[in-house]
């Protein structure tokens, strides 16, 4: 189910992508406005992801972004900065080559599919699942999905292990949950 899920997915980000995301960036830096001051991870686009770069310089405060340390742990987020040296990380993400260690309180959550509960399909490796829920344990973590509009799905399908979204912000606006 999820496999089918992924798959439409993936063609309608691939579709959106190409159209540009318009004012996404700009949508995001006015929802992470309020988080001024609080430590943000942000992540570094792959393929057709939508771009939450511009938003993430923006932004008024530490930023972060995801580090794999390995299959089935949670993620590790190192300081990022636009001058940042970056090296390919696991999956050909880019990660900074160093830099301290950060405990966000607001994460920017990529994602191949959303819906109006507030549910997000992810890749299928539960990082952002495993890592939500972590930071959750310990602290108010706000979590927000950007993302194209044309990959929200009537309902996408979940497990008991997947975590919500407080926010999903498109190129059309903000969503909260």
Do not use: N
Not at 1 to 22: D, I, L, S, V
Not at 53 to 76: F, K, S, T, W, Y
């Amino acid at each position: 189910m999820k496999a089918e899920a992924r798959a439409q997915a993936f063609a309608a980000r691939k579709a959106a992508h190409a159209a540009g995301q318009g004012a996404a960036a700009d949508h995001l830096a006015a929802w992470l406005a309020p988080q001024r001051g609080k430590t943000l991870a942000g992540y570094m686009p792959m393929r057709t992801e939508i771009d939450p770069l511009p938003a993430m310089a923006a932004h008024d405060g530490p930023v972060c972004v995801p580090v794999i340390e390995a299959p089935g742990r949670p993620l590790l987020f190192r300081r990022w900065t636009p001058q940042s040296r970056m090296v390919p990380g696991a999956f050909g993400a880019l990660i900074p080559a160093e830099g301290e260690w950060l405990v966000p309180e607001v994460v920017i959550v990529p994602l191949v599919a959303f819906d109006a509960r507030g549910y997000r399909l992810g890749y299928g490796g539960g990082f952002y699942d495993r890592t939500l829920e972590g930071l959750r344990r310990d602290a108010p973590v706000l979590a927000v999905g950007f993302a194209f509009s044309a990959q929200e799905q009537e309902a996408v399908p979940i497990e008991a292990t997947d975590q919500p979204l407080d926010a999903l912000v498109t190129e059309k606006g903000i969503l909260t949950f």
